[in-house]
């Protein structure tokens, strides 16, 4: 999927052929997604359902709470409390770690609030929140008679009563709100208006001067509204909108559209270094990396109340047990990288230095076949790794002997036979596929992009040649922090004495060199 560049600037944000990856789905509608700092997890509503559920990299989706009060937004206060939205109960909660509930706002003006939709914390402590009426419809609420005759933007302070910090009726159906990365503006957007305002936050707490930042943010053509809504650290607002999220710069520009598969309620950042957008959308939940964060919110501190900053464990390892391994699928990838047939195939461009040869002794293609369908049916990410290059092969630099026997041999020309996967490795519905000019996967390659955005820390590494790109790779994974698992019997190279020095001298520095087999029993 394509994302549309309307500014040069939107591509700065992101790419815009980043990988739109579903890290979950089966849900009625999502909603209300928030980032743990300290513990790196996903938590979000599914609201017809009445579940609250958590999403991360190692165990996949679980169901943490029910019922939920059909809870929307989420969000944590610098204390990571965690602050919710609850449309059954029209309640802004503090739910705390050990699950003690404090109601921070219910009623306003001795009437109750129509359903508490979205919510941010400034950095004083003062939480703003939208009022609109969803909760009391049914499906996403509990339908129920209104007692306010209008729909508000409220701010609460510690120990206080909420305050209407807006005029009563100059939203229909307030809804995503947040700041910008000074907190000298908040945005407002409006589902029925399709339009985001923005407003001046004065010393006190309260808004001002109220203006129209971006309107006709409908399609004819396709589904979404404004809901959801973030700002990014240098100031751009990411809204939902139709066919996926809009992306204005500060000045309102439209600089840019992301797309998703669903109709997208509502996003949030996070990831190990929050450049990861998570979007809940509809019946699923997608995962897209980005080349910026968010504005820096409170809770990114990561501080647990009654206690001083924490800090997030490392990765666990690959886990050992009587000498078998064990590998979570969730967190697992494994890379395909050169098995194409000027590589390792007779009559390929590179067929007289011996590579088709050692690629049968190895029974190379059938192992990594084998290893591919049985990683793929428990979830493992697969990820095709293509050399390939426009005819002429423009901008491959004849640096190394390597390279150049590439250019005179008019090998991996796209569309050409050479170029293609040998038969039995063509991508599967599902799988990536990445493309380089280089030996590394990793060397201007968009193959940590997807690795993010689909929360992989594993990588099971196969493909050809054994001492050149898989060894590569290797090493340039392992300096980057990823587990490499090679299984040697899915690598091969032009002769045996080649793989075996970089298998058992090389490789063992740097990766855990396994066969196929094992790695089939580790992942379950």
Request: charged share 20%; net charge negative.
């Amino acid at each position: 999927m394509t994302h549309v560049t309307l500014r040069s600037e939107f591509e700065t944000l992101i790419d815009p052929y980043a990988p739109v990856a579903q890290v979950g789905t089966g849900f009625d509608f999502t909603e209300g997604p928030i980032w743990h700092p300290v513990d790196h997890y996903l938590l979000f509503s599914d609201m017809p359902a009445d579940v609250r559920r958590r999403w991360d990299a190692r165990r996949g989706v679980v169901e943490v709470k029910r019922p939920s009060n059909k809870c929307n937004g989420m969000t944590y206060d610098a204390e990571l409390n965690l602050i919710i939205c609850e449309h059954a109960t029209s309640s802004l909660i503090r739910e705390r770690p050990d699950g003690r509930r404090e109601v921070l706002a219910s009623h306003f003006g001795g009437q109750e609030l129509n359903s508490p939709n979205d919510v941010c914390v400034h950095a004083s402590g003062a939480i703003y929140f939208s009022d609109p009426w969803y909760g009391r419809m049914p499906v996403y609420g509990v339908e129920r008679p209104r007692q306010l005759g209008f729909q508000g933007v409220y701010r609460v302070v510690p120990g206080g009563e909420p305050r209407l910090v807006v005029e009563r009726n100059l939203f229909d159906q307030p809804n995503g709100l947040c700041f910008s990365p000074d907190e000298k503006l908040l945005y407002v957007n409006d589902t029925v208006q399709a339009l985001v305002r923005v407003f001046d936050v004065d010393g006190d707490g309260s808004l001002a001067n109220a203006r129209v930042f971006a309107s006709g943010i409908k399609s004819e053509l396709e589904p979404g509204l404004p809901d959801g809504m973030k700002c990014d650290q240098h100031g751009n607002v990411w809204v939902t909108a139709p066919g996926g999220v809009w992306v204005y710069s500060p000045r309102g520009e439209l600089l840019g559209k992301v797309r998703v598969p669903e109709l997208v309620a509502n996003l949030a950042w996070g990831g190990a270094d929050f450049r990861t957008l998570y979007l809940t959308s509809t019946h699923s939940v997608y995962a897209i990396p980005t080349k910026v964060g968010p504005r820096h919110e409170p809770y990114m501190s990561g501080r647990r109340s009654g206690g001083g900053a924490t800090a997030s464990a490392a990765p666990a390892a690959p886990i050992l047990a009587d000498g078998e391994m064990q590998l979570d699928p969730q967190r697992c990838a494994m890379i395909i990288q050169d098995l194409q047939n000027d590589v390792i195939m007779d009559g390929g461009a590179f067929a007289d230095s011996g590579a088709p040869g050692h690629a049968k002794q190895q029974h190379v293609v059938e192992n990594v076949r084998r290893l591919a369908e049985a990683a793929r049916a428990r979830g493992v990410a697969i990820i095709h790794v293509w050399f390939v290059v426009e005819p002429g092969a423009p901008g491959v630099t004849l640096n190394a002997p390597l390279f150049e026997g590439l250019v005179d041999s008019k090998a991996m020309v796209r569309g050409s036979w050479g170029a293609a996967p040998v038969s039995g490795l063509e991508p599967r519905p599902g799988d990536f596929v990445v493309e380089k000019m280089r030996m590394s996967a990793w060397e201007g390659t968009r193959l940590e992009t997807i690795l993010k955005a689909t929360g992989r820390d594993m990588i099971i590494n196969t493909g050809a040649w054994t001492n050149m790109s898989v060894e590569h790779t290797a090493r340039t994974g392992a300096d980057k922090g990823y587990f490499m698992i090679v299984p040697e019997d899915c690598c091969s190279t032009m002769n045996a004495d080649w793989h075996n020095a970089s298998i058992n001298f090389a490789m063992q520095n740097v990766a855990i060199v396994t066969r196929a087999d094992a790695v089939i029993r580790a992942l379950g």
